[in-house]
């Protein structure tokens, strides 16, 4: 665990650095997945063999972390800073070179090794593979990145249509959750956490996930995008009544 908080705290630096350059704090939000890859490879490398377990969890991991990766940077690159990062900037002034570092680089290298831990579990398990828990977290890691990957490009299909500027996608996958991608990863994460409880004190590492959940709900994710989303659209207030925020469940009738 120590080998992986290293190695991320210094890609996480030499990614800061690059960032100063660039101007664009954001292109943190790319290699977010691409870091669980970095920090299983610091595991893995001190590893006598390579068990079916770990290359199994490792096989997913770069699955999940691939289609992210490539999914934020079609959306990103060439589009400026992502505008929580931009406020930021402006916000904190001459300060912002030193203050990213903590605030967004250090953070997140930190969290990543935090919700990490089910991985370092399951990588450095011996148990008996596959186990039943093996097995439904594979099954979980599955349906997450199907539900997450559906709803990504339901959203970008959306969003590339002039005529559904300021609409509210209420279709799909949509219909039954305000935020179905951030709960398509959240069961990606469950799912590791599953692999893991086959590990000696496996159980504990489910903070991990249950870290990631939170962070989805209440955090960087659902609570920050809905901030101020019923002002640039009037429709999110009905569609806030009558939809799920997470959990994807058949909606709601509006009340009158």
Do not use: K
């Not at 960032?19 to 292109?27: K, N, P, T, V, Y």
């Not at 068990?51 to 060439?78: D, E, I, K």
């Amino acid at each position: 665990m120590t080998a992986a908080l290293l190695t991320l705290l210094v890609a996480f630096t030499l990614l800061w650095l690059v960032s100063l350059a660039l101007r664009d704090a954001s292109i943190v939000d790319i290699c977010w997945g691409p870091a669980f890859v970095l920090a299983a490879s610091a595991t893995l490398v001190t590893l006598d063999a390579i068990s079916p377990r770990a290359a199994t969890v490792t096989a997913l991991l770069v699955l999940w972390a691939a289609r992210l990766a490539f999914h934020l940077a079609r959306r990103n690159l060439g589009h400026g800073e992502d505008p929580r990062y931009a406020a930021w900037r402006q916000q904190h002034g001459p300060r912002w070179w030193w203050r990213s570092y903590l605030q967004v680089f250090v953070l997140q290298a930190v969290i990543a090794w935090g919700v990490g831990w089910p991985i370092h579990a399951a990588l450095t398990s011996g148990a008996a593979f596959p186990a039943p828990t093996d097995l439904i977290g594979i099954g979980l890691v599955i349906i997450g990145l199907a539900v997450e990957t559906v709803a990504d490009r339901q959203l970008t299909a959306f969003r590339a249509e002039p005529a559904n500027r300021g609409r509210v996608l209420d279709t799909g996958l949509w219909r039954y959750s305000r935020h179905p991608n951030y709960f398509g990863d959240a069961v990606v994460w469950w799912g590791f956490g599953a692999m893991a409880l086959a590990s000696p004190g496996g159980w504990m590492t489910l903070a991990g996930p249950a870290a990631m959940t939170f962070l989805l709900m209440r955090v960087s994710g659902v609570t920050l995008l809905e901030r101020g989303m019923t002002d640039r659209r009037p429709d999110y207030a009905r569609y806030i009544a009558t939809t799920s925020a997470f959990v994807p469940w058949p909606p709601r009738t509006a009340a009158r």
